[in-house]
């Protein structure tokens, strides 16, 4: 006769399987012998499944089982920031005394906290005491990698990472953040081989699955990566630093099947720019045919994808979503970053994609002409810092680009905004000033775009209008740019009209610059 399975223990081989939804249930169902325990990892398996109403109610129950049990402390905590209620959250975890058995896991947790509150810099020095207290805790090794990672500290981030697999090798999220943090160093090898194990160790794990997409998709392992990257929205559930926001509809996914007299909802994810890059797939969606061919998208671009894409019934994301959408049968939906895998575009390289599929207002466009040429001389736009500081390693310092550009014989207008008054006096006599345009606006921003002959951007926004408008784009990138733009490569088939140069080894710009200056003086 067979041994009782023990439901707690069932619970955690799922969940160290990696399947969330079935640990849930056996979880819950161990609440009965293990009423706070259970309950709180049930709500962990609730947040992985991005249920946080779910997961808070689980922890509340916990909690008011037993109010001042660190256990139950320390589950509030750690749901608590992860649903926005970061003062709720550092007033349970800091009722966890020094010299408590869960001390630890606390203050790893309340770093957590405190950066999702965006205070990173209170959340590292909270950690290093923590660590001289207890410098043998996984959590706080780990948490001080995440730390650093949002500090730009990458090379120490991949110290603290290491450290955590040193103390318990099998720590999923550890490993997963080697591979996140080589892969911006511009290791993509090194982020494989870590996410490859991460994945061993958890074949389910979707923060693991998505950095390694990422990595795959670096070097051009595009099957695999786009196969990969299906975990994204289960990874921004766990982690929101990680993958993208999904949304949900009553509508069956498409997997590729024929669209002949069927349906189709395409939806965006990301940022605006995600969703240029993306919308190249789309004329490759139309020449399928379905009926209707219904876009919803970021409310920033629908202007400007309503003009390019014309066959298409274009709407703003909303919520509830637009009469559009929910007003018909629909018979399929696909998030637009999943077209690449199910159209497999990547199978004869790219080659399907769009060219200059953006089409901005001429009229916009030709009054910006107006207003800048001078006796035919070349219109060249330069952007070159990020306007988000969370990507300030992207930016290029104006000084270091300025000159390589502005030179007679072209007219050099700026497509940066949020300029500082250092940045304005040093390009006073040398670049076009316009009043910053309107970042909810970014048809307006693409006719700026449209107006320039050329233009030499960082990877922005400015970067993926220009490209998919088909205007001639030069891209100056950081070593650890988004796997999007491959590893080193000079070009991308993504965007045929740009070139791509990379930032020194030693983090200077001078060897790009020049080359890009070269080829700009020589175009």
């Not at 309340?110 to 810099?121: F, S, T």
């Not at 950690?127 to 500090?151: C, I, K, N, Q, Y």
């Not at 080659?351 to 200059?356: E, H, V």
Request: glycine content about 6%.
């Amino acid at each position: 006769m067979s041994e009782p399975v023990d439901p707690l223990q069932e619970a955690e081989r799922l969940a160290a399987a990696g399947d969330a939804s079935a640990a849930l249930e056996r979880f819950k169902a161990a609440i009965d012998g293990a009423p706070i325990t259970a309950r709180a990892r049930a709500a962990d398996m609730a947040l992985e499944l991005g249920d946080a109403d779910q997961a808070f109610i689980l922890a509340e129950e916990a909690w008011r089982i037993a109010p001042n049990a660190p256990e139950a402390l320390l589950l509030m905590g750690r749901i608590a920031w992860r649903v926005g209620a970061i003062d709720d959250s550092l007033a349970c975890l800091d009722r966890i005394r020094r010299g408590d058995p869960l001390w630890a896991q606390a203050q790893a947790e309340r770093a957590e906290a405190l950066m999702a509150g965006n205070k990173p810099v209170e959340a590292y020095n909270d950690l290093r005491f923590a660590l001289r207290t207890d410098p043998r805790e996984p959590s706080l090794w780990l948490a001080l990698g995440h730390v650093l990672m949002s500090l730009d500290r990458l090379d120490e981030a991949e110290d603290a990472y290491r450290n955590t697999t040193d103390l318990d090798p099998a720590s999923v999220r550890a490993l997963a953040g080697v591979a996140d943090v080589c892969l911006k160093l511009g290791r993509p090898d090194e982020a494989i081989e870590a996410g490859e194990k991460a994945v061993a160790i958890s074949s389910k794990d979707p923060v693991a699955r998505t950095i390694l997409a990422l990595a795959l998709l670096a070097i051009g392992r595009d099957g695999e990566g786009w196969s990969a990257y299906e975990a994204r929205f289960d990874a921004n559930n766990v982690d929101q630093r990680i993958g993208t926001k999904g949304r949900e509809f009553d509508i069956p996914p498409w997997d590729g099947v024929s669209l002949k007299d069927k349906s189709l909802l395409v939806w965006g994810e990301g940022s605006p720019a995600d969703e240029i890059r993306y919308a190249a797939m789309l004329p490759e969606m139309i020449r399928r045919d379905p009926n209707p061919l219904i876009l919803e998208c970021d409310p920033r671009v629908q202007s400007l994808f309503a003009r390019s894409f014309d066959s298409l019934t274009v709407v703003a994301r909303s919520s509830p979503p637009d009469e559009a959408i929910t007003g018909g049968l629909l018979h399929y939906q696909a998030p637009i970053g999943s077209l690449a895998l199910h159209t497999k575009v990547y199978e004869d390289g790219y080659g399907s994609l769009a060219r200059a599929y953006l089409e901005a207002d001429e009229a916009k466009v030709a009054s910006w002409r107006d207003r800048w040429s001078k006796s035919g001389d070349r219109i060249i736009g330069l952007a070159w810092r990020h306007p988000d500081p969370e990507a300030a390693r992207r930016s290029i310092p104006l000084e270091a680009v300025l000159d390589a550009v502005a030179i007679p014989g072209r007219v050099v207008v700026a497509l940066q905004r949020g300029m500082t008054s250092e940045e304005r006096d040093m390009a006073a006599d040398k670049l076009l000033l316009e009043p910053d345009p309107d970042p909810t606006d970014v048809d307006a921003m693409a006719a700026r775009v449209a107006a320039c002959d050329v233009v030499v951007t960082i990877d922005s926004l400015v970067a993926h209008l220009a490209s998919a408008l088909g205007i001639d784009t030069r891209i100056l990138l950081d070593n650890g740019a988004d796997a999007r733009w491959g590893l080193g490569k000079a070009r991308t088939a993504w965007y045929p009209s740009a070139r791509l140069y990379w930032q020194d080894h030693d983090g200077g710009w001078q060897r790009a610059v020049t080359q890009m200056r070269r080829a700009l003086d020589g175009s």
